[in-house]
């Protein structure tokens, strides 16, 4: 049996189209976060006749333990904040994304210490998020 992705590039493609649709139904209360983190990888392995659900488990666990170890960073971050923190501003970071990743994702990046406190969806209102901005 050949199975395999032999285009970095389509896999990639897919992958964005079934996370964005994925990220929908879970902003939409229609599944959980643990289904959200796996079936992106199995649907997107679909398209390319791969039916493994260990394996799109397997890289959802992989895939989240790698990503908070991705530092990049717009260009001139620190400048600004370097700026903001040396005129006095209390720096607050909001974000809509999962608490335990994001930690680990703003120490790794170096950013963490210039924020007095980190607002996570976990810590705010069901649903609510998108109408504070």
């Known amino acids: 049996m050949n199975r395999g992705i032999d285009d970095f ?14 990220w929908d139904r879970y902003r939409k209360g229609f599944i959980k976060v643990d289904e959200l983190r796996w ?5 997107t392995l679909l398209d390319f006749k791969i039916g493994d659900e260990k394996l799109a488990r397997q ?19 620190f400048t600004v904040l370097d700026y903001l923190k040396d005129k006095g501003y209390t720096m607050h ?10 930690i680990a ?8 210490s210039y924020f007095v406190e980190v607002i996570t969806k976990r810590r705010q209102q ?3 998020h998108t109408k504070r901005f």
């Open 39 to 43: 079936k992106r990888f199995w649907l």
């Open 93 to 102: 970071l909001s974000t809509n994304g999962f608490e335990k990743h994001n």
């Open 9 to 22: 590039d389509r896999f990639h493609k897919c992958y964005l189209e079934h996370n964005e649709k994925m």
């Open 105 to 112: 994702n703003w120490k790794y990046s170096g950013i963490a």
């Open 59 to 77: 890289m959802a666990v992989e895939f989240l333990d790698l990503l908070p170890t991705r530092t990049a960073l717009f260009p001139d971050t």
């Open 126 to 128: 069901p649903g609510n």
